[in-house]
Nanobody
């Protein structure tokens, strides 16, 4: 059974930074792509970023490109999301997900590509 546990969320002022972590249990973490999504109450879950199994390919939503960076440490079974220049519209619950395969390059935003999800961590950006 795979468990994903996010941490690092909190309250930050606009323009600030946060680093989210997602620790994964289970075997063969290094063979799966990972993704970050975010959700605001009343809205659909939104793709944020994804990374392939090796870390050699990354994908970003246009809304976060240039501000957020996804990375992974396969030795620690952990994926990260560095968020800089945060805006109030980044406020959401951030959820990490494990993909069904080693890459999600065709459609990284497609939620069907992911089969395990964490509970999420709240990020609040004040103006």
């Amino acid at each position: 059974q795979v468990q994903l546990v996010e941490s690092g969320g909190g309250l930050v002022q606009a323009g600030g930074s946060l680093r989210l972590s997602c620790a994964a249990s289970g075997r063969m973490f290094s063979t799966y792509a990972m993704g970050w999504f975010r959700q605001v109450p009343g809205k659909e879950r939104e793709f944020v970023a994804a990374i392939n199994w090796s870390g050699g390919s990354t994908y970003y939503a246009n809304s976060v490109k240039g501000r957020f960076t996804i990375s992974r440490d396969n030795a620690k079974n952990t994926v990260y999301l560095q968020m800089n220049s945060l805006k109030p519209e980044d406020t959401a619950v951030y959820v990490c997900a494990r993909a069904r395969g080693g890459d999600v390059g065709d459609v990284p935003s497609l939620q069907y590509n992911y089969d395990y999800w964490g509970q999420g961590t709240q990020v609040t950006v004040s103006s």
